[in-house]
Each structure stands twice: as C-alpha cells, then as structure tokens.
C-alpha cells in the first residue's frame, strides 16, 4: 500500500509563495517521476511540473522562472516552491508518483489534492 499526501496550500495574495510538499509512504521500493499537476474549475488538468530519478526538470511555460520542483529522495517526498504567484495559478495542485512497490508492481499514485489561491 502506497500513500501520496500533499500538504502547503493555502490562499495567498498575488505576488507573494508558496511551498508545496508531497511525502510518498508505504510499500516503496524505487520511485521513478515525480510530478505535480493542477486543474482550475473549469479546466482540464495540466502538468505543472515533474522530475526525474535524476534530477531532470520540465515546466509548463506559463509557470517558468517562477515554480521550482525538486526531491528528496531519501524521504521520498517532492516539493514545488512556488514564487511571484498569479491568479491564474489558482487551482486544486495534485502530486503524482511513478511508484515501484516492494511487490516489484509499478503504479502511478496521485496524492487528495491541495487548494491553492492566488486573490487579492
């Protein structure tokens, strides 16, 4: 059994950050991607951003030089610091997990979902 949670939304003035965290827990052997999506109402969910195993980085455009994503392997957790924020930014951010279980199954885990608002 495998458990994704996020936690670090809240409602903010545009401007000002965020950080986000995510803590994948349970039956891990390895996790692969490491990602974070969001999906306003109204909208369909996009991918923010996601790393790698090793390190490697993508950002949707809209969110470059503004959003961070990095891990911490050890704890199995990602983060996604999150400065300069928008209103546009304002939607329900998801983590997501490309996990190898210690049952060597691989499976993709999305963790409730943290509301972030971005108003002034």
């Known amino acids: 059994q495998v458990q994704v949670v996020e936690s670090g939304g809240g409602l903010v003035q545009p401007g000002r950050s965020l950080r986000l965290s995510c803590a994948a827990s349970?039956?891990?052997?390895?996790?692969?991607?490491m990602g974070w999506y969001r999906q306003a109402p109204g909208k369909q969910r996009e991918l923010v951003a996601d790393?790698?195993?090793?390190?490697?980085?993508n950002y949707v455009d809209s969110v470059k030089g503004r959003f961070t994503i990095s891990r911490d392997n050890a704890e199995n957790t990602v983060y996604l610091q999150m400065n300069n924020l928008k209103p546009e930014d304002t939607a329900v951010y998801y983590c997501?997990?490309?996990?190898?279980?210690?049952?060597?199954?691989?499976?993709?885990?999305w963790g409730q979902g943290t509301q972030v608002i971005v108003s002034s």
């Open positions: 997501h997990a490309d996990v190898l279980s210690r049952v060597l199954r691989r499976m993709d885990y």
């Open positions: 349970g039956s891990i052997f390895r996790i692969y991607d």
């Open positions: 790393i790698s195993s090793g390190g490697s980085t």
